[in-house]
């Protein structure tokens, strides 16, 4: 899954035992993450008042025996899966990056061990703490077994994969901030024509309900100054635009 073949042939060859694993020691971000997993744990324990068990366990699939995940850990109360990331902010907040990031690891560790649900529990470059929660998404798992297969059958045929993109499901982020737009120049032109609009557009919907309540019960279609109102056969009523005269 993703865009970036090199990494897609990278890891095909390691699996295959021809390239050794990728080094990420001198990879900042990957190392952070490894540094902040405890206290995020614990902060994640802290703020929710849940208890996170099965810490970097190893699991297997029950029946896809070369499907496993290893777990951050697992949510005690709920069953959740529980993931310890560390982002940019703008990562978390949107963007193709974020929403991979947020999709398709916790949709295969849900499945390896049928869990509905997960949790993940983010530090962010910018000193805040985020919690996002993820329902499994049986579509999206389906495109994922079905890639992971493929790459499989690569492995172990040697010949080599190819990329296959797919769009994991948007996380839900709760809303909880105000925020000042005054220094967006395209928040500034809309929200001129929202004001400009405001009062034609309340108008336009109060002529459309009264006419409506004009229109006799028994009538299919009304004309007259340039209007039509046409009744479907569930009953709602659409208008349009005629030439004067018509």
Known sequence: MGSDE?????????????????????????????????????WYER???????DIQRRVLHPVIRWMGATLDGVVEATGAVFEAKFML????????????AHGSSPNTNMWVINSKAAVLSIITGGGKWVEIAISADPLYQHVLLTVEKKF????????????????PPRARIEAVRIVDMSTSNAWAELAGVYRRTRDAFVEHE??????????????????GHGIRAKRSKAGAIGFDLLTMGA
């Open 89 to 100: 902010p703008l990562v978390v907040l949107g963007g193709g990056r974020g929403r991979k």
């Open 152 to 167: 499989w059958r690569c492995v172990e045929t040697g010949e080599p994969p190819r990329l296959f993109d797919a769009e």
């Open 47 to 53: 703020n929710s008042g849940h208890v996170v068990k």
């Open 206 to 223: 109060t002529a459309k309900t009264e006419t409506k309540e004009l229109m006799p019960e028994d009538a299919k279609e009304a004309i």
């Open 6 to 42: 090199g990494a897609l042939l990278r890891l095909w060859r390691e699996k295959r035992d021809e390239a050794d694993p990728l080094d990420l020691s001198g990879e900042l971000l990957p190392q952070l993450g490894l540094a902040t997993e405890s206290l995020n744990r614990e």
